[in-house]
Structure formats: structure tokens, C-alpha cells
């Protein structure tokens, strides 16, 4: 792809098909808030080639921020952390086997010098994902600041001051 060719600013990815159904909650909040992504399958064990050749170009691309969904042992958010400055978002997708508490402490566990952010298991983890990455950008983006504050005042206008039934 050429040069900042890419509108979408964040990328979403993710190990797998079935992490969608979690890493849709990232981009579904994004585009609440007007906010483009980029959503890809990228996995560190079966296309580890691809997850290679994204880390790589994703800036070229422009992207600026990554969401990065796996689990069981999530290797993913750590691996593209270890491949590009950019900003990784980690979320730990929700496990059959060890409910995501495998996913978790995989993401959580980088070695100094390698950051990456880690959200809760699941989720709420995609959507917080989602709206932090969003408050990165909005950093450097008035109107998506605005957009961020209007979001999350509808959020808590939303909350009854007492239980309905
Ligand atoms: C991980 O293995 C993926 O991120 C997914 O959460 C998990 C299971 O993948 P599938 O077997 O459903 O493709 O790499």
C-alpha cells in the first residue's frame, strides 16, 4: 500500500475469526464516535508472516494506534509491540478453556522495554480498548474530543437514579 494511503488512523486486529465477536465491541464503539479502523485477522502462530509484514507497514500505512485481541496464549499484542514503536492495545479474548485468565497473563506479562497496554478479558476489555484509543487521538483532535465528551455524558445521563420493575 502506499504511503499513509490507509484513512484509518487505529487498527484493530486479531488471532482469529472467532475473536470477532469480542473485537467487534472496539469497533463498534469507534464508530460511535466517528472514529475510522481497520480490522484485520493476524495471528502470531498461524500467519506469523502477516503478523510480520502489518507490524512492519502499519505506520507506512498510516496507522498510529493497534488494538490487538487474542486468546488462550495470546502472543499477539506482545509480538507487535516487540515489532513496532507503535502504540498496542492488548485484549485478552475470552478462553474455553481458561475462561481468558490464560489470555490475560499472557498480555500482561511484557519484560521491561517492551510496553503493551492490557484491557480486561472480554468485552468490556474490546470496548474500553476501543474508547482509549480514541482518547489518544483525540489528544491532537478537538472535535473528536468533543465527540469523546458527548459520549460519555449521554453514558452517564443514562444511568437511572433509581431501579426500573
Ligand atoms: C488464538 O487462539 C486466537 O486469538 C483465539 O482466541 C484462539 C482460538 O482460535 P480458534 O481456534 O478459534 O481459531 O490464537
Request: charge should be negative; hydrophobic fraction near 45%; glycine fraction near 10%.
Amino acid at each position: 500500500m502506499a504511503e499513509g494511503a490507509n484513512k484509518a488512523k487505529i487498527a484493530i486486529v486479531m488471532g482469529s475469526q472467532s475473536d470477532w465477536p469480542t473485537m467487534r465491541c472496539a469497533a463498534e464503539v469507534l464508530q460511535e464516535l466517528g472514529v475510522e479502523s481497520d480490522v484485520r485477522i493476524v495471528s502470531a502462530h498461524r500467519t506469523p508472516d502477516r503478523m510480520y509484514d502489518f507490524a512492519r507497514g502499519a505506520e507506512a500505512e498510516g496507522i498510529r494506534l493497534i488494538i490487538a485481541g487474542a486468546g488462550g496464549a495470546a502472543h499477539l499484542p506482545g509480538m507487535l509491540s516487540a515489532l513496532t514503536h507503535l502504540p498496542v492495545l492488548g485484549v485478552p479474548v475470552q478462553s474455553k478453556a481458561l475462561s481468558g485468565q490464560d489470555s490475560l497473563l499472557s498480555i500482561v506479562q511484557m519484560p521491561a522495554g517492551i510496553p503493551t497496554a492490557t484491557f480486561a478479558i472480554g468485552e468490556a476489555g474490546a470496548t474500553n480498548a476501543g474508547l482509549y484509543a480514541a482518547a489518544i487521538l483525540a489528544l491532537g483532535d478537538p472535535a473528536l474530543t468533543q465527540r469523546l465528551k458527548d459520549w460519555r455524558a449521554a453514558r452517564t445521563e443514562s444511568v437511572s437514579e433509581r431501579p426500573e420493575g
